[in-house]
C-alpha cells in the first residue's frame, strides 16, 4: 500500500487544528516557515496543503498578510424555499441581525415595476445587516406594498428574526415563490463599513422578487452579501 503524500497529512491536521479553535475564524495561520518548521516539511508540500484547503474554502490567502481562517460559509441548495433565518439555523449558524431601518416612501420606478405598482405608490423599506455568529454576511434592503399593512403597525415586522415569518404569522402575508437575480458590484462606502469589508471590494448581489400563491409581487429585495461567507449551489438535471 503507497503512503499516504506528506501534504494531505500536514492539510488534515491543519484542518483538525482550525476545526478544534486553534486559529478562530477570522484569524491567521501561522506563515510558511513557521509551518516548514513544525511539520519538517518543504515549502512546496506546505503550499500543496493550504492551497488544498484555500479550495475548499477553509482559509483564505490575503496578499501582503497571511493566510486567514475564513469563517463557516452559509450554505443554500435553492430546491426549497427557506427565509435567511431558516437557512442559518439549519446549518447550526446563529442568526442576527443589526443597523435596522423601517420607513415608508414612494415607489422608485425599479421599485415600482417589481412589485407592479404604479410609480410613487407608497412602499415598506425595510433594511438591515444579517449577521451569523455575529459576523455581518449581507444587507437586505426589502420594499413591501403598503397595503399589505392597512390595518396594522408596520413595526411589527421589527419583533421577529426573520421577514417571512412575520409577514406570515403576524399580517397573514405568505410569500410562496421567489425570483433571483444574480450579479456583482462593488462595494460602496456604506456597503463596506456595514459589511466589515474594504470599498470597491465585489459583493454578490441578489435581486429578489416574492410572490404570493396567485403569483403576485409582494416583496422586492436587494441583497448584497460577502462572498467570503456565503456558497450557492444549484443542482440541474438531464431531463
Known amino acids: 500500500m503507497a503512503a499516504e503524500p506528506l501534504y494531505l497529512r500536514v492539510k488534515r491536521d491543519l484542518a483538525a487544528r482550525i476545526d478544534q479553535g486553534a486559529w478562530p475564524p477570522g ?36 496578499h501582503g498578510m497571511g493566510t486567514r481562517v475564513v469563517p463557516q460559509h452559509l450554505s443554500l441548495n435553492p430546491a426549497v424555499l427557506m427565509s ?19 420607513t415608508t416612501e414612494p415607489a422608485v420606478p425599479e ?21 451569523a455568529d455575529g459576523a455581518p454576511v449581507s444587507t437586505n434592503t426589502s420594499y413591501l406594498p403598503l397595503e ?9 415586522l421589527l419583533d421577529g428574526q426573520s421577514l417571512y415569518a412575520q409577514l406570515e ?17 462593488r462595494a460602496d462606502a456604506d456597503a463596506a463599513a456595514e459589511l466589515d469589508v474594504k470599498p470597491a471590494e465585489p459583493l454578490l448581489i441578489i435581486a429578489r422578487r416574492g410572490f404570493d400563491k396567485a403569483g403576485n409581487p409582494i416583496e422586492y429585495s436587494r441583497i448584497a452579501i460577502r462572498p467570503d461567507r456565503y456558497r450557492h449551489t444549484i443542482t440541474l438535471r438531464r431531463k
Not at 519538517?40 to 493550504?50: F, N, Q
Open 27 to 62: 484569524t491567521y495561520i501561522p506563515s510558511e516557515p513557521d509551518l516548514q518548521q513544525r511539520y519538517r516539511v518543504s515549502r512546496t508540500t506546505i503550499r500543496k496543503a493550504v492551497d488544498e484547503l484555500v479550495h475548499e474554502g477553509r482559509l483564505a490567502i490575503i
Open 169 to 185: 404569522n403576524v399580517f397573514g402575508v405568505v410569500v410562496h415563490t421567489t425570483e433571483d437575480t444574480f450579479g456583482i458590484a
Open 148 to 156: 399589505l399593512f392597512r390595518g396594522f403597525d408596520i413595526r411589527q
Open 84 to 102: 435567511f433565518t431558516q437557512m442559518m439555523t439549519t446549518q447550526g449558524i446563529e442568526p442576527g441581525r443589526r443597523r435596522e431601518s423601517l
Open 111 to 131: 421599485v415600482a415595476a417589481a412589485l407592479s405598482l404604479p410609480a410613487g405608490d407608497e412602499v415598506v423599506r425595510y433594511h438591515r445587516v444579517r449577521t
